[in-house]
């Protein structure tokens, strides 16, 4: 694979890329190399995090559109009124692997994700949750081991509160746009956005620049001043 001339030579398909950027990168070193690559503004919220700090979140968007909802009295005049949950379900069960159910369009009136969505998502080999609200469940998620990034906990249910009305089609979170097979990076440190045309050059600079930091750590170790490693290597 080849993006905008540079040749991949740490990966052949996402099993691979994924399984090794969890061991060798974490999403500052991504981060880095999105600035260098004209990608300024790919982080989500700063309080948007993994519920717990080890977690790490790495997949393929699968974007979902949420809306407030309120319960009806009767039914409306669209045949999504009569659904709850809305679409919530037939997006749940078209996760695929490597794929990251990441969610927009609701308030912070409910959750959005919980205990059973994550059964269900490990089921079909989904690589985490990212949702622009809350979750609940905490203890059966966190018992799970389901990597999962939310504003926090809540218990409020959003069946009478909210709907899935779409998914797979493109969504905005904190003005960054997530397209549908976009990659999705979360650690304790934030939840960044790989856009799919850069995610080879993207991933590959981090591989680079993380033996770099190597070596600026070993020369620091050995008593150079910040100033002489940044000369040198022009990380830091």
């Given at each position: 694979?080849?993006?905008?001339?540079?040749?991949?030579?740490?990966?052949?398909?996402?099993?691979?890329?994924?399984?090794?950027?969890?061991?060798?990168?974490?999403?500052a070193l991504?981060?880095?190399?999105?600035?260098?690559?004209?990608?300024?503004?790919?982080?989500?919220?700063?309080?948007?995090?993994?519920?717990?700090?080890?977690?790490?979140?790495?997949?393929?968007?699968?974007?979902?559109?949420?809306?407030d909802?309120?319960?009806?009295s009767?039914?409306?005049?669209?045949?999504?009124?009569?659904?709850?949950?809305g679409?919530?379900?037939?997006?749940?069960?078209?996760?695929q692997?490597?794929?990251?159910?990441?969610?927009a369009?609701?308030?912070?009136?409910?959750?959005?994700?919980?205990g059973?969505?994550?059964?269900?998502?490990k089921?079909?080999?989904?690589a985490?949750?990212?949702?622009?609200?809350?979750?609940?469940?905490?203890n059966?998620?966190?018992?799970?081991?389901?990597?999962?990034?939310?504003?926090?906990?809540?218990?409020?249910?959003?069946?009478?509160?909210?709907?899935?009305?779409?998914?797979?089609?493109?969504?905005e979170?904190?003005?960054?746009?997530?397209?549908?097979?976009?990659?999705i990076?979360?650690?304790?440190d934030?939840?960044?956005?790989?856009?799919?045309?850069?995610?080879?050059?993207?991933?590959h600079?981090?591989?680079?620049?993380?033996?770099?930091?190597?070596?600026?750590?070993k020369?620091?170790?050995?008593?150079?001043?910040?100033v002489?490693?940044?000369?040198?290597?022009?990380?830091m």
């Open positions: 694979m080849t993006t905008g001339g540079v040749m991949n030579h740490y990966w052949s398909n996402d099993d691979e890329l994924f399984s090794l950027a969890k061991k060798k990168l974490f999403v991504v981060g880095d190399v999105l600035d260098t690559l004209g990608l300024f503004h790919q982080f989500l919220s700063p309080q948007l995090k993994p519920i717990d700090p080890g977690m790490v979140i790495l997949g393929r968007a699968m974007p979902v559109l949420e809306a909802y309120f319960q009806q009767g039914p409306g005049n669209a045949s999504l009124s009569e659904k709850p949950f679409l919530m379900f037939h997006a749940l069960d078209d996760l692997k490597n794929e990251v159910y990441i969610c369009g609701g308030s912070l009136r409910y959750a959005q994700w919980g059973l969505m994550s059964t269900r998502a089921k079909c080999e989904a985490g949750a990212v949702v622009h609200g809350f979750h609940r469940d905490s059966e998620i966190l018992k799970l081991g389901f990597p999962v990034a939310s504003f926090g906990s809540y218990a409020q249910d959003q069946g009478p509160r909210g709907k899935v009305v779409d998914w797979r089609v493109p969504i979170l904190d003005n960054v746009r997530v397209m549908p097979g976009d990659v990076f979360g650690d304790r934030g939840v960044l956005v790989i856009p799919a045309q850069a995610v080879d050059d993207a991933f600079g981090a591989f680079e620049k993380a033996k770099g930091e190597s070596e600026v750590l020369a620091l170790n050995m008593g150079m001043t910040t002489e490693a940044f000369d040198k290597f022009g990380i």
